[in-house]
């Protein structure tokens, strides 16, 4: 999968999510577009995924739903099916995306096809509402949702959502995620895939690997603070005094 | 001392160099300053730190801190070795030494690009590079089946990183645990019981009961798998059945051991024949257990409360010390305590 640095409004989105304190908990977020163009890694994934479904039959991936909801009559009836070609696609994103990581052998039920509704529902509740709560704010979502637009024309998408275990999610070993979410919208005329995905961390767990050489954007200002986190520990966040008590000297 | 220099590997060394690494050669588990300068006479310390420094950039020795002061000493490559890094950039090496350390436990791509203090594009094509000459290669572990972890090629990952012989293509083989679990129970359970009378069951002197070497050895003639096991193996398993409370554990009573301990291998002949497991006991820790499956009656629940009469007393509460229906006259007690 090819990165596509062509798009300037996504740059500046990726400027601004990429990290964000809250004062109790640390944001990162990206959104990144790639062409589903093979490199050799990629063909070298697209042989074992070949080889692991040798059938030419849709896979079967998980329910967005969970299986005791009302609204889903029976557990297993109406569970999406993607094709061998677009898990690969969305196989080969993640490895593109965490570069440190394979997910080769990831099983088709660790992605779900969700409806834009929940995507948009998930990613206002729990990225946006950190951004603020006045128009300010808003229009800051209002300008995510139109640069991902613009590199992939929201309407001809489909949806897929990665849903790892908790141990499962990289870069999250050692603390759990607060909440994260990692969205693909494939759009298969253009051949192009967009990932948007963000995790949140607690204040009080050690240094992610985003980070290294960050540049932090308070939550309220938008003025770009270096290491807001005051005094703490580069290593290790803050400390529980340090969050209880709060900042004494800034 | 011959004045030529001869031609090891890539590279050529000077005579003094040459003295220099066979004295260090000889020296297998690394020799200090003090070694070397006792080897030779004449030379000084800067010579020889001089000649040193470059056997080590042409890749024939190491530093290393030897001993509980930490002193500074060499330790010699393999022939091999030095051919193999003598040909490297200094960034392969970088890499190459880092995958080395890890052994087999291997070490995380992350982990390797940020200890290597190369800047991210660099050390991806080092990596590749190395992949590519088959110096490097990439394992997943059990454990965390996304992580890219490397290794020396010419390693096999630990148990730790493949899961030993539960896992098979890195699952757990769930099937083959609970096969191997029900052919050891069965063969638990034949030899606890008598074979002749179902109901009866050994005295308490009774020793032949199976221990984790005796289903070892049960397990690798009988040809259930053709995994390989070892007697540890076997104890997880004998664990879990033994936590399930499908069986029991006694201990091999202590005298058998101090006998055993008497006579190692050459008097057989006095052992008894229901001798249990007691010829092959060599290990005195592993071995003290003998297993024994649990027979039906124990494994129901019993609970205290409704043991005695009184869990189950129609009158629990109108009976009391004073009253005509008292714990002294209780009929309750009676039957239970005549049946």
Known sequence: MKYLTDFESLENINNQLSCIDTGDCRIFGRVEAYSCKNTDDDKRLKRHVDEKYPAEVPLEIGSWQSPNSPSSPHHGILNDRVTRKTFFYLLATLNAAFPDYDFSDLNPDSFSKVPSSLVANTVNTTLLVHLGIDSAAHAVGAKIWAAIDEAISLSECEMYSFNPDGDEEPDAEEQGNLWSFYYFFTNRRQKRIVFFTARAVSCLAPMQPEEKNAIYLVDDTDRSVEDLRFGADHDTGLSFEQYTMGQLDV | ?339
């Not at chain 2, 004045?3 to 588990?29: N, Y």
């Not at chain 2, 009656?297 to 008292?326: H, I, K």
């Open chain 2, 1 to 339: 001392m011959s004045k030529r220099p001869a031609k090891a590997g890539l590279t050529v060394l000077s005579s003094d160099e040459q003295t220099l690494l066979a004295i260090v050669r000889a020296h297998a588990k690394g020799a200090d300053l003090d070694d070397i300068k006792g080897q030779l006479d004449g030379w000084d310390d800067n010579q020889i730190l001089t000649h040193m420094n470059a056997l080590s950039q042409k890749q024939y020795v190491d530093f290393m801190s030897m001993g509980k002061s930490g002193k500074l000493a060499f330790k010699a490559r393999s022939a091999e070795e030095a051919t193999k890094t003598g040909g490297m950039k200094d960034e392969e090496r970088v890499i190459y030494r880092l995958v080395k350390e890890a052994k087999n436990s291997g070490i995380w791509i992350k982990q390797l690009k940020d200890r290597s203090g190369l800047h991210t594009q660099l050390a991806n094509t080092v990596i590749k590079n190395l992949e590519k000459k088959n110096i490097i290669k990439w394992v997943k572990p059990v454990k965390t089946p996304h992580k890219k972890v490397y290794m020396l090629f010419e390693l096999e990952p630990s148990t730790e990183l493949t899961g030993g012989a539960w896992y098979t293509d890195n699952e757990m083989d769930m099937d083959f645990i609970e096969q191997l679990s029900t052919q050891v129970y069965k063969y638990i359970v034949m030899k606890s019981f008598p074979a002749k009378n179902k109901d009866a069951i050994f005295p308490p002197s009774h020793s032949a009961y199976p221990s984790a070497s005796d289903i070892h050895k049960f397990i690798s003639k009988s040809g259930l798998t053709t995994v390989p096991l070892s007697v540890a193996d076997v104890q997880a398993l004998l664990d879990r059945l033994y936590y399930d409370g499908k069986v029991t554990r006694i201990q091999k009573s202590g005298h058998h051991e101090f006998d055993d301990s008497d006579r190692m291998d050459t008097d057989d002949d006095f052992l008894d024949e229901d001798g249990g497991g007691r010829e092959v006991v060599r290990d005195m820790d592993t071995d003290i257990w003998m297993y024994k499956a649990v027979r039906g009656s124990a494994l129901e629940e019993r609970n205290a409360w409704t043991d005695m009469p009184c869990g189950r007393c129609p009158v629990f509460d109108f009976c009391s010390e004073t009253g005509p229906v008292n714990p002294s006259n209780c009929r309750y007690f009676k039957d239970w305590l005549s049946a």
